[in-house]
């Protein structure tokens, strides 16, 4: 498979700038797309495989560029595992053209499917599903500092664990840049822009999402937008998951 500039990728938007969505200050990228179906997810809109959200991976590698003030960049979703091949291309790129920025990615998959290969993603030429393999998690993770990975559970929500929506998750760490007292306590940050779309991103209480959404004057255009995905029960089976 080539991949190059050209390559598209399924995008639902970007953050130039969050204190919420891993340590320091970090943009983020958040993919399109995820099948795990987690119930409780924050990020319902980000589900669907929407061709209108297809971008071209230049055009992505040309706002990394410009990225400026912040020391690293979080990749979120939607699931960046069902974009593997493409994510890595992206994030080999990163530490070619970018080694100041650190990379950090959430992933529904726990830690033993990724291990295993039992994920799946999503060819961007058919739209066929490909299963995924040990060798190809290991390529992507090679350029990783960080990942929050594992379902978010609904019963066993947490607000007190640093960027783990659910108790049952876990923040794996492959370099040395961080630990465990590095990553930032759990809030939410909003933000509008100038089209009056209104972006929250970080760990909001369901209190405060169902609280905006009745607001009267919260602009119809709006994106919630949350720090941690999707979720339902922590299967440590060899299945293919997401099917």
């Known amino acids: 498979m080539d991949i190059d ?24 990228l958040w993919f ?6 987690c119930k409780g997810c924050w990020n319902p809109e980000t589900h669907a495989f929407h061709e209108r959200n297809r971008t071209s991976i230049g ?15 979080t990749l979120s979703g939607g699931e960046p595992m069902q974009q593997a091949p493409y994510l890595f291309v992206l994030v080999a790129w990163i530490r070619e053209n970018r080694p100041d920025l ?3 990615m959430y992933t529904g998959y726990n830690k033993k499917e990724l291990e295993n290969g039992t994920f799946k993603w999503q060819s961007a030429e058919d739209a066929d ?10 390529a992507v993770k090679q350029h ?33 840049r961080y630990k465990e007292t590095d990553l930032p306590s759990q809030f939410a940050e909003i933000s ?5 779309l209104v972006q929250i991103t970080g760990y909001p ?34 299945d293919l998951v997401g099917v």
């Open 129 to 138: 599903w490909v299963r995924g393999s040990k060798q190809l998690w290991a």
């Open 102 to 104: 650190t990379i950090g």
């Open 32 to 37: 399109q797309g995820c099948s795990l179906g």
């Open 205 to 238: 209480t369901v209190e405060f999402l169902d609280g905006m959404r009745a607001r009267p004057n919260v602009p119809a255009r709006q994106t919630v937008v949350a720090g941690v995905k999707d979720s339902h029960d922590d299967d440590d089976g060899d």
């Open 5 to 28: 500039r050209g390559s598209s990728m399924l995008i639902h938007g970007k953050m130039d700038s969050s204190a919420a969505n891993g340590p320091g200050n970090r943009a983020v």
């Open 144 to 176: 990783l500092d960080f990942a929050v990975v594992g379902r978010y559970i609904e019963s066993m929500a947490c607000h007190d664990e640093p960027l783990r929506g659910s108790a049952n998750q876990e923040v794996l760490f492959f370099t040395e």
């Open 192 to 196: 509008v822009d100038g089209d009056a």
């Open 59 to 73: 055009e992505i590698q040309d706002w990394i560029k410009g990225l400026k003030d912040v020391e690293g960049i």
